[in-house]
């Protein structure tokens, strides 16, 4: 069973080392301005012409409060109407994308992201979905994944029916902690109460899936604090549950300079608070997936994983990898066949180069055969704690051994530390070694070195 962990302290402290969360091989560091709008339209011809489906994200940045953890492309206001001049640029960005796709092309997958996507008013959400399904073939069916992330302190009851209302089935809820000191500590004051009623409005409306976020980590944050969290978000029932890392780096987000490192706990009482965690979440019934993520044995991702089916993009985990993601909005990733871009970070660049009628595309790169090859080493491992040789022999017409020779003696050592299990057929990644599954992605990863590993979260 894939949902098997075993908790090695010694393993972890060995092993947990800063690096990529790997929604993507290469990973976002290595986009670079060589790539532009002339290689995404290009892409984009490409996806038309095979009519492949696609997946659709949509960042809203905007936030009427800040978080002090926050490292999100977000802009903290309490002006509204900052968000119409942006969705009228947003809107410019869908059609001079959609133009070159084809409309047989289904979207299967939608997801609005933030910021805080709730921060638009009602009738702006009805307007930009209306024109979503206006230039992108939307299923009417409710068959497809369409997401959205939501702050309980910006939705009520009416929020959550137009939502489901606009084809919405999914939604993701942010808790990080209900402790009131904590909250306190990272200006996010949020009730037990504002987010069991949403997801009882998820429930009664039929939304599909809930999942809620976790951060262990934080400021003021115990073990035995952050356990009573845990229990209280069991009771609600989600069907998924993200438990992240709070990675402190306020050398390069600046609200979490408002955070006082001696609040923060220590390493040791952050590894407490993960096996507390997973302690809890298994004797629940959860499953754990991989990368922060577990999910009831019922949930698509679950299966997905059982069936060796699950997949990871920008997206993080999916049933969607074979899909086209197209990136709408500021900073908005795309990944088109063998091309990843970005959208300008800045907002104001973002919006004036959308109203010269170009797109805002401001790096990006072109996957080569050697990073194809790794990506999909990494996929599998990531994904199924577990890689075949011969299925990337054949795939990639490669002798593996001999691909990966310089690799070998760091996956011998992992062998012999009971991390994995190495063999001449491939790599099964132990109980011991799947919190760990990053540190051996690692391996395979021909971008990392000592100077940009610190530009990443640590594994655990």
């Known amino acids: 069973m894939l949902d098997v962990l075993r908790w090695d302290s010694d393993l972890i402290r060995r092993y947990d080392l800063a690096g990529p969360r790997y929604t993507s091989y290469p990973t976002a560091v290595q986009l670079h301005s060589e790539v532009g709008s002339f290689d995404l339209l290009h892409a984009l011809r490409d996806s038309r012409r095979a009519v ?61 992201g933030g910021g805080t996507p709730t921060f638009l008013s009602h009738v702006e959400l009805r307007q930009l979905m209306a024109h979503l399904r206006q230039h992108f073939n939307l299923l009417e069916d409710d068959s497809g994944d369409y997401g959205i992330e939501i702050d309980p302190r910006e939705a009520d009851w009416s929020t959550m029916g137009l939502l489901r209302e606009l084809g919405f089935n999914r939604v993701s809820l942010g808790v990080q902690d209900l402790d009131p000191l904590v909250q306190r500590a990272i200006n996010r004051l949020q009730s037990l109460e504002q987010t069991r009623a949403i997801i009882e409005a998820a429930r009664t409306l039929q939304f599909r899936s809930i999942n809620l976020d976790l951060i262990y980590g934080l400021p003021k944050q115990t073990p035995e604090g952050f356990a009573r969290t845990v229990e209280e978000v069991i009771k609600l029932q989600p069907d998924r549950l993200s438990v ?110 959308l109203s010269s009628a170009q797109l805002a595309t401001s790096r990006g790169l072109i996957c080569s055969e050697d990073d194809r090859l790794r990506r999909a080493v990494i996929q599998q491992l990531i994904c199924h704690f577990e890689l075949d040789f011969a299925t990337i022999e054949r795939a990639f017409t490669i002798d593996f051994r001999g691909y990966f020779n310089d690799q070998w003696p760091a996956l011998q050592a992992m062998h012999k530390d009971g991390l994995i299990e190495l063999s001449n057929e491939g790599i099964n990644v132990l109980p011991a070694g799947r919190l760990l599954v990053r540190s051996v992605c690692m391996v395979f990863d021909a971008y990392l070195d000592l100077h940009n590993r610190q530009r990443f979260s640590r594994v655990i």
């Open 52 to 112: 492949r489906p696609l997946s659709i994200y949509v960042h809203v940045p905007f936030c009427a409060n800040i978080c002090y953890y926050c490292a999100c492309n977000k802009v903290i206001t309490k002006d509204r109407g900052r968000a119409a001049p942006y969705l009228q640029r947003l809107e410019q960005e869908i059609q001079l994308i959609a133009c070159h796709l084809d409309p047989k092309q289904t979207v299967e997958q939608l997801h609005f």
């Open 244 to 353: 992240f890392n709070y990675a402190h780096l306020p050398e390069r987000f600046m609200p979490q300079r408002r955070i006082d490192s001696a609040d923060l706990p220590a390493p040791a009482a952050k590894l407490e608070m993960l096996h507390n965690t997973i302690e809890q979440l298994t004797a629940a019934g959860y499953v754990y997936i991989g990368m922060d993520h577990f999910a009831l044995p019922d949930d698509e991702l679950a299966i997905a994983q059982e069936e060796s089916t699950l997949q990871r993009n920008f997206q993080g985990y999916t049933t969607h990898g074979h899909c086209d993601l197209i990136g709408l909005g500021v900073s908005a990733i795309s990944q088109i066949g063998d091309l990843y871009c970005q959208n300008s970070s800045d907002l104001t660049t973002y919006q004036d180069t």
